[in-house]
């Protein structure tokens, strides 16, 4: 009975980290999407992070490695919303600066732009359709800005990692998984397979855009006179960002365009109709080579080497149609797990045996824990050791094989 007091402090202090870890938990699942695409963002700019910490101190690494991702999103956004403008302005026949009137430049001209449309608003018969129309603008708006407040957190989050990831690391190893444990082993080899998927991802997006341009300009330059495929490069690089939207990858880029070359061609002066012959390629083309390409083999091939193929297939599609758009993030994440689990702790756990760590079955589906080192680079790159599987390194062989 003198350790009652002792223990009623322990099982206190237990209910309340449960309590703890319960909410965070909770918090976590609440914002599932923002923290798989944090860590995808993170995984994505790893390298670049690695290679600037060489050259400067861990938080102006971090700060360039965002800068540098940034300036060109932006940029792209800035760009895309320009020649959308200009496209509209060609199709109503206005000027690209009347737009600019509907950009407020003071207080006193934001309010009276708010004035004007609560007049219109409730102006004769055609109240409920502004009123609608408006409710579909607010409805909209409220999307957008919810969506850049999570891309927001999203980089935050990625920040906060690059800059701490190495603390969180050693935190890790010093309370729970020492170096030789097979739970540090466990997490390197998730870290490395991580590394290698979400890599991967960005540069199919990069491969996609390179694919793009040369898919596009060459149709431009394949079309009849009164068809052009618009902004060629734009597209393609539309087109490599709409690889990370689940299932429709660039669809969501070429249907739009293809349509409009086949409204083009309905239209075209002349006799009957104009060339329909080629936005029946253009559609063909892009399908093939901007669809069926990124998802069967692209993707599958750069962004899983180290995972087999058709479970990263699966990771991808099914994890998209499961959980929603964050699914192209969180499905690799959770078969990444999974696969590691049953390569090095499930099978000991089976028969009985002590969790080494090292691989046990399926030596070929992920990263060999056994094998990781960091790059002769310093980046940290996890890379294959080419002495792992040399017997004379594994400190496990029976000192007495070969011995008479």
């Known amino acids: 009975m003198v350790g009652l007091p002792e223990d009623r402090e322990r099982f206190a202090w237990w209910a309340f980290t449960l309590a703890v870890v319960g909410a965070f938990a ?190 596009y300009n060459g149709l431009d330059m394949l079309s009849p006179e009164a068809i052009a495929v618009p902004v060629p490069t734009l597209l393609a690089l539309l087109t490599g960002l709409a690889t990370l939207v689940p299932l429709v990858v660039g669809k969501i880029v070429y249907v739009p365009v293809g349509l409009y070359l ?45 995972v087999h193929g058709g479970l990263m297939v699966f990771a991808y599609i099914g994890g998209t149609m499961l959980f929603g758009w964050y699914g192209l993030f969180l499905g690799p994440l959770l078969v990444v797990v999974a696969v590691q689990l049953a390569r090095i702790v499930l099978p000991p756990l089976v028969h009985g045996e002590p969790v080494t760590g090292r691989v046990v079955a399926a030596e070929s589906l992920g990263s060999d824990p056994s094998s990781i080192v960091e790059s002769p680079a310093t980046d940290g790159t996890p890379v294959e050791n080419p002495d792992a599987d040399d017997p004379a390194n594994d400190p496990t062989a029976d000192d007495s094989a070969g011995s008479g």
């Not at 971090?62 to 300036?71: K, R, S």
């Not at 239209?267 to 109709?273: I, K, L, N, Y």
């Not at 253009?282 to 899983?304: E, S």
């Open 26 to 215: 909770f918090v976590l699942w609440a914002f599932v999407g923002t923290v798989v695409l944090g860590v995808f963002i993170y995984y994505g700019t790893r390298p670049l992070y690695r290679r600037l910490r060489t050259e400067f101190s861990s938080g102006h690494a971090a700060d360039l490695t965002l800068v540098i991702v940034l300036v060109p999103v932006f940029a792209l956004v800035g760009y895309t919303v320009f020649v959308g403008l200009d496209q509209l302005s060609q199709l109503t026949g206005t000027d690209l600066e009347s737009y600019a009137r509907f950009v407020p430049g003071s207080p006193e001209q934001a309010s009276a732009l708010v004035e004007n449309l609560r007049g219109l608003v409730g102006s004769g018969p055609i109240q409920g359709q502004m009123q609608e129309i408006l409710g579909v603008a607010v409805s909209a708006f409220t999307t957008l800005t919810a969506g850049l407040a999570h891309l927001v957190l999203a980089f935050l989050l990625a920040f906060t990692l690059l800059r701490e990831d190495d603390r969180i690391a050693g935190w890790f190893r010093d309370q729970f998984g020492p170096e030789g444990s097979a739970a540090n082993a466990y997490f390197e080899a998730v870290d490395a397979d991580l590394h290698t998927v979400f890599v991967g991802n960005v540069l199919t997006v990069f491969a996609v855009i390179v694919l793009g341009v040369a898919v």
């Open 262 to 306: 086949t409204y083009l061609s309905v239209t075209a002066p002349g006799p009957g109709p104009g060339p329909i012959w080629f936005p029946a390629v253009f559609f063909a083309v892009c399908f093939v080579l901007l669809d069926l390409l990124p998802v069967a083999v692209l993707r599958p091939y750069i962004a899983g080497r180290s």
